[in-house]
């Protein structure tokens, strides 16, 4: 693997590692509230990686930490093997963020404030400010003020400041606000487009359903602790399965499903019910669920069997950590 | 494809992304981002540039119409009102109003932390503030010297004007203003400015009615005025044009050379030091707004009221003030700002050495560098 930092002075080596984010134990408290409270990630090299979590999650402020806008309270990181805040300056070389929202000076153009961001990078980033344009579609209005930009654009415009770097991390929070369909359809191409390239994006979202389009691997975070981390086909495997009846009377139906033990909770719904079915549930419980159906005299007409969505899971291991608590 | 791990390599860091120091392109964009503030680049060139321009052309036009009802355009005088009157004051708060700008946009317009994700220097981000800065303010408040400066020179009076008598002959050495009194003792006795304080019972020649020069006698509770003889007048006229000479002497056609350079330096310092106050000021508070108003109330009430009124208990807090440090180094010849300089500080009620007030400026020039440097290193983005 590739290591090397080369200034005119010492050299810097990036430590060996297969993380492009890792941190361990890392604590961050507002007065008495603990934001971020002993998060140990570790996002993978060149993957899309989706950060979870509600609201007031922590997810901001771990991103906060990890770019040095604010000081950790206890506990390690490392950003592309480098140690930060040891050596900040070196690995936020390769990395571009988006922090809350991207704002800009309004009364500059959108390519002044390229410059500026440009100006505070190695001297090569000035080459990128017009490719950088050209790859989120804001070329024709970057001569434009700021102040005239939609959401969506300065959005694009945050991307590209992004890319002046040339980044091999991009840190992205929550980039999906303010943007239509078809922004956001544009923006997960872009995401991908990056991955594919080989940088990795590390994606804070509270849209669980464009993180699942989106990214290869998520963590989840909830009041500032990290619940579960992996690749989404990993974690989604471990969960629950639904089950769609469509039926002649349902109600008959979940009498008859809830005297058996093969499933969890049963819904009615107006034209049927769902069933949850325990991970890893294969096709003969469908098969059994069927004939018991047919058994008691009732006529099926539809039998669907779903992985849970990364929607679904979130509820679920969300709700049930709530339930524990 | 290209693997990712191809892609981890950090490129030379010729940079200097950890020092301290700006570089030229960043100086340069942030000179760009101040430069494009509109309403703050229009009352800065206003108050250093536009309103002596405007007021020293409507001299000149109304001069060249009706000469006679109005007096040259230029001249010592004017340059004294010009400088002391709105260019030193109102240049603070213009250079301060731009320093609490630089200080305080882009934590306000949220640009900070894309600047700080840089991974560039926080130190660096603030310098090149205060050298974009300074960039913009040193050249205005040059412009705008250099325009008073060639108009008071150029359009001056081609005769002096000192305590009411006009067509006095300028730069007389002592001897020869006191011969010119000599010669011209009716003016000087009546016009000259003349005060004593020695016994009662002394009698001076004196300016009474229609101008004529006389003796006026008390004695007995009977006062007697007899008309001045020759010698009589030629001696209080000598008195007089010695009295008066310190205050002839720094009156001028036009502002010499000298004045002129001083003034434009201290001038430009106190421009500096505004813009210097203001920048470290709002990036300790992180804010615009209350920095300017804190900033318009020191310059305009504080230092003239702390500048008048010497408060026995605290006259080394008083000292400690910068504004009154400022009016200490005043250049000779120009009148006192806020009641203080007048010739290095001659009329000051405020004493303190050139010394101190030298440590003073610089002393507020590395403290609020200083403390807006500090907070921009140490504050969340």
């Known amino acids: 693997m590739s290591v090397i930092a080369v200034d005119e002075g010492p050299k810097v080596q990036a430590r060996e590692s297969d993380w492009a984010v890792e941190t361990h134990n890392l604590t961050k408290r507002f007065g008495t509230s603990v934001a971020v409270n002993g998060v140990d990630l570790k996002v993978p090299r060149g993957c899309a990686f989706g950060y979870l979590g509600p609201n007031g999650a922590g997810k901001t402020t771990l991103i906060r930490v990890l770019l040095g806008l604010t000081r950790a309270d206890s506990g390690s990181m490392s950003l592309l093997g480098y140690e930060v805040p040891r050596h900040r300056d070196i690995a936020l070389a390769r990395v571009g963020a988006i922090v809350d929202e991207p704002r800009f000076h309004a009364h500059l153009t959108g390519r002044q404030n390229l410059q500026i961001l440009a100006a505070a990078r190695e001297i090569a980033a000035r080459e990128r400010i017009g490719p950088a344009l050209e790859r989120v579609g804001m070329s024709t209005r970057a001569d434009d003020r700021v102040a005239k930009y939609s959401m969506g654009m300065r959005q694009r415009l945050g991307v590209a400041a992004c890319l002046l770097g040339d980044p091999q991390l991009l840190i992205l929070d929550e980039p999906m606000n303010g943007l239509d369909p078809g922004g956001m359809h544009d923006m997960r191409e872009m995401i991908r487009s990056f991955v594919a390239e080989g940088r990795t994006v590390v994606l804070s979202s509270h849209l669980l359903d464009e993180v699942e389009r989106t990214c290869d691997a998520v963590a989840i975070v909830d009041r500032g602790n990290i619940i579960r981390q992996g690749p989404i086909t990993e974690l989604l495997s471990g969960s629950d399965m639904e089950l769609r009846i469509e039926c002649s009377t349902p109600e008959t139906a979940r009498q008859i499903l809830a005297a058996t033990n093969l499933g969890g909770h049963i819904e009615v719904t107006a034209d049927g019910l769902t069933m949850s079915l325990a991970a890893g549930s294969d096709r003969s419980v469908v098969a059994e669920i069927n004939r018991l159906l047919v058994d008691g005299r009732l006529s099926v007409y539809r039998l669907e069997l779903n992985q849970a969505s990364l929607e679904s899971w979130f509820l679920e291991v969300t709700t049930r950590l709530g339930a524990l608590e | ?381």
């Open chain 2, 1 to 381: 494809m290209t693997t990712t791990a191809d892609l981890i390599v950090v490129p030379a860091d010729k940079d200097h992304r950890g020092s301290p120091m700006p570089t030229g392109a960043m100086i340069m964009t942030r000179f760009m981002e101040l430069r494009k503030r509109r309403g703050l680049l229009i009352a800065l060139l206003a108050v250093n540039i536009g309103i002596p321009t405007i007021f020293l052309a409507v001299r000149l036009i109304a001069h060249a119409v009706a000469p006679h009802s109005y007096g040259p355009a230029g001249g010592y005088s004017i340059f004294e009102t010009l400088i002391a009157g709105i260019m030193y004051i109102f240049g603070f708060i213009v250079a301060a109003t731009l320093g609490c700008t630089a200080g305080s946009v882009d934590l306000t317009e949220g640009v900070f932390r894309h600047l700080v994700v840089t991974g560039r220097s926080r130190l660096s981000l603030y310098f090149a503030r205060v050298a974009a800065g300074l960039m913009i303010i040193v050249p205005i408040v040059a412009v705008g010297i250099i325009i008073v400066c060639s108009v008071c020179v150029l359009a001056a009076p081609t005769k002096l004007s000192f305590d009411g008598i006009n067509n006095m002959p300028a730069g007389l050495s002592q001897k020869g203003f006191v011969s010119w009194a000599e010669q011209h003792p009716q003016q000087t006795i009546c016009d000259m400015n003349f005060r004593y304080q020695g016994p009662s019972s002394v009698s001076f020649a004196n300016c009474g009615p229609n101008n004529e020069i006389v003796v006026v006698k008390s004695q007995s509770g009977l006062t007697t005025a007899t008309k001045a003889t020759e010698p009589q007048m030629r001696a209080q006229a000598i008195r007089s044009a010695n009295q008066n000479y310190p205050s002839y002497s720094t009156t001028f056609l036009s502002p010499p050379l000298k004045l002129m350079i001083d003034t434009g330096l201290w001038v430009e310092l106190w421009a500096i030091i505004g813009f210097l106050i203001g920048l470290g000021l709002s990036s300790l508070m992180g804010q615009r707004t209350v920095p300017v108003v804190l900033l318009i109330v020191y310059e305009i009430i504080l230092t003239p009221l702390f500048s008048r009124v010497g408060i026995p208990h605290l006259i080394n807090a008083q000292r400690a003030l910068v504004g009154l440090a400022m009016a200490h180094i005043e250049p000779a010849g120009l009148p006192a700002v806020f009641g203080g300089g007048n010739g290095g500080g001659s009329n000051q009620l405020v004493t303190e050495s050139t010394l101190v007030a030298v440590v003073v400026i610089v002393a507020w020039i590395v403290v609020w560098t200083g403390l807006g440097a500090w907070r921009m290193a140490t504050r969340d983005a």
